[in-house]
């Protein structure tokens, strides 16, 4: 079955993008990207230094898609700086813009993320915003020039799985952007069943990061998204309220 996704000119067949934070020593970073199958990987600019004989860049195969990630930008003007200084590294034009003010929840300032988009889009960034699940905001972004929206499941780093679900399901349905849920999974299921819902791909770390064993957990995840997407492209039964017996209730013996 051909079912690849497309964002800014870059072929994907695989729906799990992963994080590089979190892991207990960079050298597992080239393995879990292996168990996982994953092509596109997030790092933050501010942990990229040059200079480290342990720069994170060089744990990441050169076939592997990068997406610096703008954490640390509390405006649209940090964040359009953080993007540029990313480009000029030689970090490529791809960019997840993030814009945080809470330091509690880290929930994403959408008005500064849209402001961003605006002025990276224009520049010929290929921007994926990191956003609060609002549809105006959402399709916002998409006049804006942003190639796919991802909105949070749950906080960053809870693992508290798919909380903001309802709220997906409606950008899924009216923003003809791919929609990337990210942040919030903490397990294989859920998702799975983000895929199942219609999500063009899922942005996963802690959950990796922090399992016990991230290489098998990296495994489960993949076959988690995959089995996801099959199941929304099978197109799932009805939900019924009452029992709908499998065989016709007629033929029952005298």
């Not at 942990?47 to 592997?64: G, K, L």
């Amino acid at each position: 079955m051909q079912d690849s996704l497309m964002i800014g000119g870059v072929t994907l067949t695989s729906r799990l993008f992963i994080g590089t934070g979190k892991y207990s020593r960079n050298t597992l970073i080239p393995e879990v990207i292996t168990r996982s199958g994953s092509q596109v990987i997030t790092v933050a600019l501010r942990r990229v230094d040059p200079e480290s004989s342990d720069n994170i860049v060089s744990h990441i195969p050169s076939h592997m898609t990068l997406l610096p990630n703008t954490s640390g930008a509390r405006t649209a003007e940090e964040a359009v700086r953080i993007a540029r200084l990313a480009r000029s590294a030689g970090l490529g034009n791809w960019v997840k813009i993030e814009v945080i003010n809470d330091q509690k929840y880290l929930l994403p300032d959408n008005t500064e993320t849209i402001r961003a988009t605006e002025i990276l889009a224009a520049e010929g960034f290929v921007v994926l915003p990191y956003m609060s699940p609002d549809l105006s905001a959402a399709l916002r972004l998409k006049a804006a020039g942003a190639a796919a929206v991802m909105p949070l499941g749950a906080p960053i780093g809870s693992n508290r799985g798919l909380q903001t679900k309802e709220l997906i399901r409606i950008l899924i349905s009216e923003t003809e952007l791919p929609v990337i849920v990210d942040a919030g999974i903490g397990r294989p299921s859920e998702a799975a069943e983000a895929m199942e819902m219609g999500a063009a791909a899922v942005l996963l770390n802690t959950a990796i990061a922090t399992a016990s064993d991230p290489l098998l957990m990296a495994e489960a995840f993949r076959d988690a998204v995959a089995a996801g997407r099959k199941a929304y492209l099978a197109g799932l039964g009805p939900v019924e309220e009452t029992a709908a017996a499998s065989s016709p209730l007629t033929g029952f013996l005298a």
